[in-house]
């Protein structure tokens, strides 16, 4: 098949989103951001008094614009206000492309005659294309003046509009290739129609043949569930539909808004239409915060488009003392032009740089810690370099987060088999483990990681129902040492939960020692003492009062039953107690003390019993 594959994407945003990704032809004049992109006058305009009339809303600035076709709900005749505040708001910060957008006024009569599907059938949609196209009144309608003819393609609809666009796109699928769903009625395809019956058979849902032609459904977590069954069964029967040319694949994956609340309003409907037309732009779908920016809530920077040919190439997750996403560059991408690279990270309200990264292969790995209690959130990856003439650059901003990754692995293909069973279970755990911290942490609780996992996702992790029991190994004076040669004493250990799975050791120092930066703290993981596996220096700051602190990050996610010794050296000579311990004797330790600290106990312990049954190959 010569045709580029179309592939129907079901992104659930805690809105569901369908989309095509296919490359998009849009010719677009040139914005000037200093100036309104808009006009503020709304254009009115009348074919037929009683059944083809509507608003339009037009780009200030002279050239030839693309047209989208945008069809409101049965319970919202005119939103040409609303959508005229929100579209200059997204084109003038460079996410949405400007275009004339053209705003049909549909009645609804009721007792099973509505004109919505009769806009289509009827063809009053047609009769708008038409006139559109047609120059015949542009004195009266300067506006039509600024419209590409050539790309009067795209359709898109809230509710019943929803419903709309999709019929449109399947009566008129020369015309049409760019069409949005959302969050569509019930009414156009189905014996089980309540209106016309305009579709019947699942084989006349021909879509646009056209390489380029794109499609998008949605529907939101807080709508009823009939918005979620029509999507579901449109999609259904264009899956299993031979009449397509293109073939459609499906892929779920997560974005993540504050939606849950938002029910079938314009709240959510203008949420929807900001991912549709930011994806016929960008050919993505746009991350939580950006979405959420969109409509006031949150921040909402202007688009900076790359210009130095670096970005992220790659993305994998790391399990050691805490959870990492690992951004990848390419050598290639630096080589001869860039040297020392460097990534700004930004999570929630913190920011940082890293300039170490190791080299695996082609690739250059840098590796961004993400505390448990953030493993739902987003994390925004921003490569630079320096130039051959010292000047910093920099490159395209990539998105991502562990659930992301955790959700984006459930839903492939090839990991629902058998033997991914463990794979399974430790991604659902991971989420679980998220979710414990956030709850612990009292950190935006209302969007766990783990809330857009299905019930049969929920199943593949570990059975929450059979309780945990845990063993501890610690023993403070595991060994000693001559009374003489005792410099320092270790006191106790703890987990240290702020941002990893670490171990803090606390300990005091004699009178005697005049530098305790001399000291360090050797921790061996066998019975002798003798295989050291990781060494931390004093550091004079990390005191309160007469107490020392370290903080040993040397456990990885496999490891939280793994027995592991702590020892004070001076040099070559151990100078205090050994002190033994392990991260399944804290959980042991604290049992019951405190419901929440048991429930991230817990939650954790199950996600590294299912590290460590992965990483064995069980």
Known sequence: MSRKKKMLMAFMLTLFMVIGIIPLDFTLAHVQASDKVYEETIKDYVIDETYNFGKVIVPKADGKYPVMIYV?????????????????????????????????????????????????????????????????????????????????STIAGYSMGGSVALFAGVKHPTVFKNIGGLSPSHFFYGDDDPYRYYVKDPNDLVFSNDENAHLMMAYGAGEQKDFKNNVERYLGAIESNTNNKNKFQIYVGPQYINSQTLSHSWQLFARETFCFLYYLKFHDVPSAELIEGS????????????????????????????????????????????????????????????????????????????????????????????????????????????????????????????????????????????DASQVYREHNQTLLASRLLTNAQEAMGT????????????????????????LASIENAALYLEAAVNIRYKFSVSASVSDPTALRIVITDNAEC?????????????????????????????????????????????????????????????????????????????????????????
């Not at 990539?398 to 990991?415: P, R, W």
């Not at 330790?589 to 190959?617: P, T, V």
Request: charged share 20%; proline share 3%; aromatic share 10%.
């Open 72 to 152: 409101h709900g049965a319970g919202n005749t005119n939103v040409s206000s609303l959508l005229l505040g929100v579209m200059e708001k997204w084109v003038s910060a460079g996410y949405v492309e400007p275009m004339v957008v053209v705003m049909p006024q549909i009645t609804h009569t009721g007792n099973g005659e509505t004109q919505f599907g009769n806009f289509v059938s009827k063809g009053y949609l047609m009769d708008l294309v038409n006139y559109l196209k047609n120059d015949g009144d542009t004195a009266d309608k300067p506006w039509k003046a600024k419209i590409d003819k050539s790309q009067i």
């Open 463 to 486: 059975d929450v129902g059979v309780a945990m029991t845990y063993g501890s190994v610690k023993e403070k004076n595991y060994k000693t040492v001559n009374a003489s040669d005792a």
């Open 295 to 434: 409509m006031g809530n949150g921040s909402f920077p202007p688009y900076v488009p790359p210009t130095s040919g670096l970005k992220i190439a790659g993305k994998s997750l790391a399990l050691q003392d805490t959870i990492s996403i690992n951004f990848m560059l390419l050598k290639a991408d630096l080589q001869g032009k860039y040297h020392d690279p460097y990534l700004v990270m930004t999570q929630g309200d913190r920011q940082r740089i890293l300039t170490t990264y190791r080299e695996a292969g082609d690739y250059l790995v840098f590796n961004c810690r993400v505390a448990p209690q953030m493993i739902g959130e987003d994390v925004v990856a921003v490569p630079h370099a320096l130039s051959a003439n010292g000047e910093d650059v920099t490159g395209e901003a990539c998105t991502y987060s562990v659930a992301q990754y955790c959700y984006n692995m459930l839903g492939k293909d090839e990991y629902q088999g058998a033997e991914y069973a463990t794979f399974r279970r430790l991604l659902v755990d991971i989420l679980r483990y998220g």
């Open 530 to 618: 003798t295989n050291v596996i990781a060494e931390y220096p004093v550091n004079i700051d990390n005191r309160n009062e007469e107490m020392y602190y370290v903080t040993a990050s040397c456990l990885n996610a496999i490891q939280m039953k793994k027995t592991v010794y702590a020892t004070v050296m001076k040099g070559d000579k151990k100078v205090s107690n050994t002190y033994r311990y392990s991260i399944e004797s804290y959980a042991a330790s604290i049992r019951g003390k405190e419901q929440k600290l048991d429930n991230l106990m817990d939650a954790m312990m199950r996600y590294g019993n299912s590290a460590a049954d992965f990483a064995a190959g069980k």
